[in-house]
């Protein structure tokens, strides 16, 4: 099971949807972690054992290239454009009951593959 780490910039609404389906998912704000750089928040939820989840698709692609280039290891990255709650938590549903951690780690997983 694919357990995740919300940026700060994802609602915690969708954390709560998710969590009421029995996934774990905990938000930078629960964490006590906002306001720290991208590759900080990457690294704590690397860290955890958590894939982390995003609308900041720009510079999260960057450092996920960095890392690739380094061959330093990453919990995995699903990016996302911001859409409607409810979009995002179907696709989010779709992805993790589908998906195992192996796949994503040191990946980049688009949230938009998971939209129907």
């Known amino acids: ?7 700060e910039d994802v609602p ?9 389906r029995g996934y774990d998912v ?3 704000k629960e964490a006590s972690r906002k306001g720290l750089s991208d590759i900080d928040q990457l690294k704590y939820a690397t860290s955890e ?3 982390i989840f995003t609308f900041n698709v720009a510079d999260f692609h960057k450092i996920h ?3 690739v280039k380094k061959r330093i ?6 990016l ?3 859409l409607p709650i409810g979009i995002i938590v179907k696709a989010l549903l779709k992805l993790l ?20």
Do not use: C, P
């Open 49 to 51: 054992g958590r894939t």
């Open 12 to 20: 915690e609404a969708i954390a709560a949807a998710l969590r009421l």
């Open 65 to 67: 290239t960095d890392l």
């Open 73 to 78: 290891d990453h919990g995995g990255i699903i």
């Open 80 to 82: 996302s454009k911001q």
């Open 97 to 116: 009951s589908d998906v195992k951690f192996e796949k994503i780690k040191n990946n980049i997983i688009w949230l938009s593959d998971w939209i129907k």
């Open 26 to 28: 905990i938000t930078v």
């Open 1 to 7: 099971m694919i357990n995740l780490y919300f940026d």
